[in-house]
């Protein structure tokens, strides 16, 4: 069974997570910060729950620091808390958060939503170290509908042969483009890479892993 932290100070509110998950996955839930990392690291959850408003250590701060360390990285954060607003949404996307849910939470939604994330083929994840590193690059291709696109995007992290970006265009797995970076004021095409996975597609900051076909020039990471 796979086992999911819960990350919030209310009681009651971890009460009805429990009450409404613990049919299908182990739960271990902590109402502070502190214990969160610990818990993180030593219980390695398949994924971690996290409310925003968070006493002493907040949950944007929590969700920063899991997505910098090396043990933590990997595993899928699902924000979820009373705030609203896209603001709010896209900056937890942009630390790195799978998806978003606003209080009181759609516990039929949320449960889609754990099957998408756990149950995502994740091919990449355990064969290569991965950086939480910011590059910026150009994807150039086709989307699911054959329409062709070309989007700017900054990386989440990245390996030697793979990496983890936002992508307006709605892509399938499986699906190729081309890697540019910029470089003296232009871009130069760097390789192609295949979609090896997708997270949270149904929203408006779609993400996709890419891993490598073949490289014409130097990445990142040798």
Same mark, same amino acid.
């Given at each position: 069974?796979?086992?999911?932290?819960?990350?919030?100070?209310?009681?009651?509110?971890?009460?009805?997570?429990?009450?409404?998950? !613990?049919?299908?996955?182990?739960?271990?839930?902590?109402?502070?910060? !502190?214990?969160?990392?610990?818990? !993180?690291?030593?219980?390695?959850?398949? !994924?971690?729950?996290?409310?925003?408003?968070m006493p002493n250590y907040s949950g944007f701060e929590l969700c920063r620091t899991f997505k910098s360390m090396n043990s933590t990285q990997l595993i899928p954060i699902i924000i979820i808390s009373g705030e609203a607003g896209a603001t709010t949404k896209q900056f937890c996307r942009e630390l790195g958060a799978a998806e978003y849910f606003q209080k009181p939470v759609d516990f039929e939604a949320l449960r889609a939503s754990l099957t998408r994330v756990l149950h995502a083929a994740r091919p990449d994840r355990r064969n290569e170290v991965r950086v939480h590193l910011r590059v910026k690059l150009t994807l150039r291709g086709f989307d699911a509908n054959g329409r062709p696109f070309e989007e700017e995007s900054v990386t989440e992290n990245i390996s030697r042969s793979a990496f983890l970006c936002g992508c307006s265009a709605a892509l399938e797995a499986g699906s190729t483009a081309e890697v540019g970076l910029r470089s003296g004021g232009g871009m130069a095409i760097i390789g192609k890479v295949r979609v090896i996975r997708s997270e949270a597609r149904d929203t408006q900051y779609p993400r996709y892993a890419f891993r490598f076909l073949e490289k014409s020039s130097d990445w990142v990471l040798q």
């Open positions: 069974m796979e086992k999911l932290l819960i990350v919030d100070d209310e009681d009651a509110m971890r009460r009805l997570l429990r009450i409404n998950l !613990a049919d299908c996955y182990e739960i271990i839930d902590t109402g502070t910060s !502190a214990q969160a990392l610990a818990m !993180a690291m030593q219980d390695k959850p398949n !994924a971690i729950l996290l409310d925003l408003r």
